[in-house]
Each structure stands twice: as C-alpha cells, then as structure tokens.
Nanobody, 124 residues
Framework: QVQLVESGGGLVQAGGSLRLSCTAS????????MGWFRQAPGKEREFVAT????????YYADSVKGRFTISRDNAKNTVLLQMNSLKPEDSAVYYC?????????????????WGQGTQVTVSS
C-alpha cells in the first residue's frame, strides 16, 4: 500500500505560482510512475501531468504545457508540481496518484493509489 498526501495548495492571483508536493509513505515510490490530476466543480477529473519512475519521461496536458513542471525525488519519496503563470481556469482540487509500473501514463484508470487532494484557487 502507498499512502499519498498532497500539500501546497492555496489561493493565488492570476499570473502567480504555486508548488504542490505529494509525499508518499508505506512504500517507496521508486517503482511507480506518478501523476497529477485535477477536478473542478461540476467537471470530471482530468489529467495534468505524469512522470516515469526514473523521471526521464514526462507528459503534460496541453492546457498546462509550458507552465507546469512535474518532478520527483525518489530518495525523499516526493513528487512536485511547479505551477507558474496560473490562470483562473486552473482552479481545482489537485490529486496526486501512483501507478504500478515504470511508464508514465495519462489515463486515470490505470492509477492504483490516490491522495485526498489539495485545493488550488486562482483569482482573476
């Protein structure tokens, strides 16, 4: 079992930055691909970013490409999401997820473990 806890969310003005952290416990994440997803009120959960177990491969949703950066530190069992140039449409609950296997993957159904989420609100 892997337990995931997100932190770093909050209220920020448009154009600002936030850094989300996902800390894992129970098992090393070195054998897992990791992902970030988000869900806004009244909308389905959507893919944001994913990173392979080694960190060598990353993929982003088109809506965040060039503004968000996913990274990981397996020694610290942590995954980060640096979010820059935030827009009001980025407002959502952001979830960290772990997927058994090494490859980064955009589909939420393939992720085995999920955190409780952290709220990000971007004001205009």
């Amino acid at each position: 079992q892997v337990q995931l806890v997100e932190s770093g969310g909050g209220l920020v003005q448009a154009g600002g930055s936030l850094r989300l952290s996902c800390t894992a416990s129970g098992r090393s994440i070195s054998g897992y691909a990791m992902g970030w997803f988000r869900q806004a009120p009244g909308k389905e959960r959507e893919f944001v970013a994913t990173i392979s177990w080694s960190g060598s491969s990353t993929y982003y949703a088109d809506s965040v490409k060039g503004r968000f950066t996913i990274s990981r530190d397996n020694a610290k069992n942590t995954v980060l999401l640096q979010m820059n140039s935030l827009k009001p449409e980025d407002s959502a609950v952001y979830y960290c997820a772990a997927r058994s296997g090494s490859a980064a993957y955009t589909g939420s159904a393939s992720y085995n473990y999920w955190g409780q989420g952290t709220q990000v609100t971007v004001s205009s």
